[in-house]
């Protein structure tokens, strides 16, 4: 139904089931790139000549969009960057270096793991890992017990495992935490693409975003600061746009957001990032939804009737990611003979190494859906693996 939205789908025949890495872009999103290079093209907030007036309105008016989308409560609160990975590095060295002790899940991403380990932290030395029992459920009598014993922790929590497409409560981990003086950051990266997410209902502290895993272009993504911490988070980087004075004596910063937007910004992706937050409001979470229950309940029940399928978790607590191995098959394998069957997904530990050696794999094969994902598409993926799997098994 959507699929004549995105030209990938005009141009490829492909079937396109790696959402999960990255999404197809709508062309909105493309012409908006395209305009601001050809009609527009300049700095923002420098110049005062006309089109680099046009570029800072259209900068700008990208956060009031990704403002109100999550329902944050200032335009201040939203601050661009790189994506998901910058803006947890972000937080990690500029905030929450001061913690004597972080948690995380057992689910993280790389961005969500690495960084801590770049501040010296493993487990039990100023880090935590929140257990999550056989079918990858978070733990929460385990966290409370974290909490318990590490009071005022920061706690760094994915919203959506990207490996697995496990969605943790985060209304709840973050009311848990806030009661025992922890702050929460939310590794939103697999959120807006597939959930409505609200700022004021989940009361995290700081949420990140991806643009490229919601339609928008590669390099570029947003970090939620609620207020009361903008007079308290410091500049990850600093230089042009974030001085208001300088000279060889010291410098003076502005105000949130221009203080932690140092140098030129990913311009034409901000504003792609915009205009695919429009399309996502055009589009609606309740026809998103629909469309992607309808077709991940289809997935799982093709892919059920395949013999020798492994599941590591409750799928039905699941949303974009579904995640599958075969008994006595090496998943790579799979992944080799579908691509040559026009299949795009991903096989691999899909950067979530830790998960994957506590379940004594070494990866697995991953199926991640969008709103643009119909029936047809399973079945071309579900004929592939049959075909697949004959050969291997022969």
């Not at 643009?211 to 042009?240: D, M, S, W």
């Not at 590591?312 to 990611?321: A, F, M, R, T």
Request: aromatic residues 12%; proline residues 2%.
């Amino acid at each position: 139904m959507f699929k004549k939205d995105f030209p990938y789908f005009s141009n490829s025949d492909i079937t396109y089931l790696d959402n999960g890495a990255t999404t197809q872009k709508p062309k909105v999103v493309i012409d908006s790139q395209i305009d601001y290079y050809t009609k527009y093209c300049a700095n923002t907030h420098r110049s005062n000549f006309g089109d680099a007036n046009k570029a800072t309105r259209e900068f700008e008016n990208a956060r009031k969009i990704l403002k109100e989308f999550i329902n944050a409560s200032k335009n201040e609160e939203i601050i661009f960057t790189k994506g998901v990975t910058e803006s947890i590095n972000f937080i990690a060295s500029s905030f929450a270096v001061d913690f004597e002790t972080v948690i995380i899940s057992s689910l993280e991403h790389h961005s969500n793991v690495v960084p801590w380990h770049m501040q010296g932290r493993t487990i039990g030395k100023g880090l935590e890992v929140v257990k999550c029992d056989d079918r990858l459920n978070f733990d929460m009598e385990h966290f409370e017990e974290l909490l318990k014993a590490n009071p005022k922790a920061f706690v760094s929590i994915t919203h959506i495992s990207n490996a697995f497409g496990e969605i943790h409560d985060i209304k709840a981990i973050t009311k848990l935490a806030h009661s025992y003086g922890a702050v929460v950051l939310v590794d939103g990266a697999q959120s807006l693409a597939h959930l409505k997410v609200d700022m004021q209902e989940f009361d995290c502290d700081f949420f990140a975003m991806s643009g490229h895993k919601t339609f928008a272009p590669t390099g570029v993504g947003a970090i939620y600061v609620k207020e009361q911490y903008l007079n308290e988070l410091k500049p990850y980087q600093t230089g042009g746009a974030t001085i208001h004075e300088v000279d060889f004596y010291g410098s003076t910063l502005l105000d949130s957001p221009y203080k932690f937007e140092a140098g030129t910004q990913n311009i034409a992706g901000v504003i792609g990032f915009g205009k695919a937050i429009e399309y996502l409001s055009h589009v609606g979470y309740a026809n998103i939804e629909t469309i992607e229950n309808d077709v991940y309940k289809y997935l799982r029940n093709e892919l059920e009737k395949l013999d020798g399928i492994i599941f590591y978790n409750d799928i039905d607590n699941c949303v974009g990611s579904l995640s599958f191995n075969f008994e006595g098959i090496v998943h790579d394998d799979i992944g080799i003979l579908i691509d040559k069957m026009k299949i795009a997904l991903r096989v691999g530990h899909h950067c979530a190494q830790p998960i994957m050696k506590q379940l004594g794999i070494k990866g697995t094969i991953r199926v991640s859906i969008a709103f643009y994902n119909n029936y047809k598409d399973v079945d071309n993926l579900i004929n592939a693996l049959k075909r697949a799997l004959n050969m291997l098994r022969d």
